[in-house]
């Protein structure tokens, strides 16, 4: 079955310089075991080993998942000449971005607008492995992401939040027909176990 492309939106992002990494930016695009409510579908957190074995061999920094975009920096294994490092903690996942703004103008732009306050969003893109869902039946279920597959691309978002959810402004019906489209997916898949479980039964002559 092919995994669903999710987006997730947090807002820890500031704009530094100095004289080891020049102009940079650093964030937390991703936080573990903080509840969020996604689109008024659901509620959910992400598990803080949910990047044990998630591939991050090659991930792009990008503006409002503009994918026609030239990468303003680019994570490559994650080694050290890539202009984008990559860490967990604790927390959750840390970026440093390294932003080429003297030869760059939308690099430059965009440590402008950090600095100012006026672009504060991080997003990032990204497939499921392994979650869990709870109280399926309610108007509110629960899910725990629990295993990220991969992550595509990490994003500064002008629009962070819609409401108290964290879908980008910019995306909203894109991202609510996604957030949807997931908890129906959850639901399909309880339903089919529960039928198959009384198919079993009756099998077995324990339902007559």
């Known amino acids: 079955m092919t995994k669903k492309i999710e987006r997730r939106y947090e807002v820890e992002f500031r704009a530094e310089e100095n004289e080891e990494h020049g102009y940079y930016v650093v964030g937390t695009p991703i936080v573990f075991d903080r509840e969020t ?21 090659d991930v792009r ?37 390294d932003l080429d703004v003297e030869n760059n103008t939308e690099a430059a732009s965009l440590y402008s607008a ?4 006026d672009v504060t969003g991080m997003s990032f893109m990204f497939t499921v492995d392994d979650d869990r869902w709870e109280d399926l039946d309610s108007d509110m279920p629960k899910r725990t992401i629990l295993s990220i597959s991969k992550i595509f691309e990490v994003s500064a978002v002008t629009f ?22 997931v908890l129906e997916s959850a639901r399909a898949k309880k339903h089919d176990e529960e039928v198959r479980s009384e198919l079993k039964k009756m099998l077995k002559g324990e339902i007559k």
């Open 37 to 57: 409510e996604i689109g008024g579908w659901y509620e959910e957190k992400i598990d803080r080993n949910a990047l044990t074995t998630t591939d991050m061999k």
């Open 114 to 117: 950090i600095k100012r306050g």
């Open 61 to 97: 920094f990008l503006v409002n998942h503009n994918t026609d975009m030239i990468p303003l920096a680019r994570s490559r294994n994650n080694n050290a000449n890539s202009t984008m490092q990559m860490w967990v903690e604790e927390d959750g996942l840390h970026i440093r971005v």
């Open 160 to 181: 962070p939040a819609y409401e108290q959810t964290s879908i980008q402004a910019a995306g909203i019906d894109e991202a609510l027909e996604n957030a949807e489209t």
